[in-house]
């Protein structure tokens, strides 16, 4: 079985500083991690994704997300927050049995103030 | 390219009322086709999974019911809608070259 967690519910911060997206998983199998973007009323949008190759995934807007086995972490990070960036981050673990299943964790939100 | 297509954006339904959502996708062949909801302020939970045209798996027992009747088109049906079943529906297609793609989503209010 997988899952995933989300260690943050709610982040806030300020336009220009740092923004930190914590996630945990876990899987029996070598997983296939993702983080995805929901911005208001919107679907959503792969923002980058891990499959078994280089640890430190370089994704669009300025994101970017480490794979660490060892911690069976895969925190999403940005070094300058913008005001579009307002919006829910899912952190997915793909099922590599039958199906290919993702399993969502709960979502982080965040807030970006001026 | 690769496209899905997910009608409606936005639907308000009474209690008791009949449920289709449709998502139809383009640009592939035999895709592993996906429902997905979003309750509110919570992550995202599967419902079904379909890997072929007739072949459905449902991961969570629930007033709701799926349908693939061709290759590219998933549909989630429900005879009579519950005031829990309001939430985010979101169709996902995935192929092994493309990897997942989402459709914009249904937001569903039962009232």
């Known amino acids: 079985a997988q899952s995933v967690t989300q260690l943050d519910s709610h982040v806030s911060v300020s336009e220009g500083t740092p923004v930190l997206l914590r996630c945990n998983y876990s899987s029996s199998y070598s997983p296939s991690l993702f983080w995805y973007v929901q911005h208001p009323n919107k679907g959503l949008q792969l923002l980058l994704k891990y499959t078994s190759a280089a640890t430190l995934v370089k994704g669009i807007n300025g994101f970017e997300a480490e794979f660490k086995k060892s911690e069976t972490s895969f925190h999403l990070t940005k070094p300058s927050a913008h005001m579009s960036d307002a919006a829910e981050y899912f952190c997915v673990v793909s099922d590599q049995t039958a199906g290919n299943k993702l399993t969502f964790g709960g979502g982080t939100r965040v807030l970006v103030k001026p | 390219s690769q496209t899905i297509h997910q009608w409606p954006a936005t639907l308000v339904q009474p209690v008791g009322s009949p449920l289709s959502l449709e998502c139809t996708v383009e640009?592939?062949?035999?895709?592993?086709l996906y429902w997905y909801r979003q309750a509110a302020g919570r992550g995202l939970q599967l419902l079904f999974y379909?890997?072929?045209?007739?072949?459905i798996s449902s991961e969570v027992p629930q007033n709701l019911s799926a349908s693939r009747p061709q290759d590219r088109q998933f549909i989630l049906s429900s005879k009579k809608l519950l005031l829990s079943d309001s939430g985010f529906y979101l169709c996902?297609?995935?192929?092994?070259?493309?990897?997942?793609?989402f459709g914009s989503g249904t937001r569903l209010t039962v009232v």
């Open positions: 379909s890997v072929g045209i007739g072949q």
């Open positions: 640009g592939t062949s035999n895709p592993n």
């Open positions: 996902a297609w995935r192929s092994s070259y493309y990897g997942y793609t």
